[in-house]
């Protein structure tokens, strides 16, 4: 099992509409979480820490289930500029702390 | 302007030609790291730094050096480049290694 898992997509959706990811993560011991963003061919930028009481940005909300060792992202009112790829990012509680990324989840919002 | 830098950004050289790959920041970050990134296996972590002359292995470091004389430089060493280095690396930074992550820009590597 992959220790961060997301449904490559692509998720295809009209302007406007709401869409949601779910990441899968395989440490129960991890405490931090993140979602990223990333352009064709660019850097991976963040776009939300994920907080276990949950978060929002805009248009943007993120959740954390430990039960079910899943984080999300919802978006609202999509918009063109949405179209990305969405990286989910949880560390690895180990002597390293490092973060483990996800594939990544990519959304298309048509006009 | 707090940021990642990586030099060069594109990179074109032969199988077996020493390259170094720049990676500098300027946040005072303790943690850096190297990724490859490939299409359909997403980011794969080379080698990392939790601090001045700490490294380890990530989890692709065959072929790879890296070095961390100093706080903010981390540069990639490739000694005997191969074809199947051929990848988009990135170079990135955080306060320790549970933080979230900044990015440089990316270096765009063909060895041929």
């Known amino acids: 099992r992959k220790e961060v898992e997301q449904d490559p997509g692509p998720f295809n959706v009209p302007e406007g509409a709401t869409v949601a990811f779910n990441c899968t993560y395989s440490?129960?011991?991890?405490?931090?979480f993140f979602w990223y963003r990333q352009d064709c061919r660019k850097e991976p930028k963040l776009l939300m820490s994920?907080?276990?009481s949950g978060n929002e940005d805009g248009r943007f909300t993120a959740q954390l289930n430990r039960a079910s060792q899943y984080i999300s992202l919802l978006i609202r009112d999509s918009k063109l500029s949405d179209s990305a790829t969405y990286l989910c990012?949880?560390?690895?509680?180990?002597?390293?702390?490092?973060?483990?990324f996800g594939s990544g989840t990519r959304l298309l919002v048509r006009p | 302007e707090a940021q990642v830098t990586q030099n060069p950004r594109y990179l074109i050289t032969v199988t077996g030609k020493k390259l170094t790959v720049t990676c500098s920041q300027n946040?005072?970050?303790?943690?850096m790291s190297w990724y490859r990134q490939d299409p359909g296996l997403g980011l794969r972590q080379i080698y990392y730094?939790?601090?001045?002359?700490?490294?380890d292995k990530g989890d692709v470091p065959e072929g790879y050096k890296v070095s961390r004389k100093e706080k903010r430089n981390f540069p990639l060493i490739l000694e005997s480049p191969s074809p199947n280095q051929t990848s988009l690396y990135f170079c990135?930074?955080?306060?320790?290694?549970?933080?979230?992550?900044?990015f440089g820009p990316g270096t765009r590597l063909t060895v041929l």
């Open positions: 990135a930074s955080s306060l320790k290694g549970y933080n979230e992550q900044f």
């Open positions: 730094s939790m601090n001045v002359e700490v490294t």
């Open positions: 946040m005072n970050h303790e943690y």
């Open positions: 990012v949880v560390n690895k509680k180990d002597s390293s702390y490092k973060l483990i």
């Open positions: 440490n129960s011991a991890s405490q931090s």
């Open positions: 994920v907080y276990s």
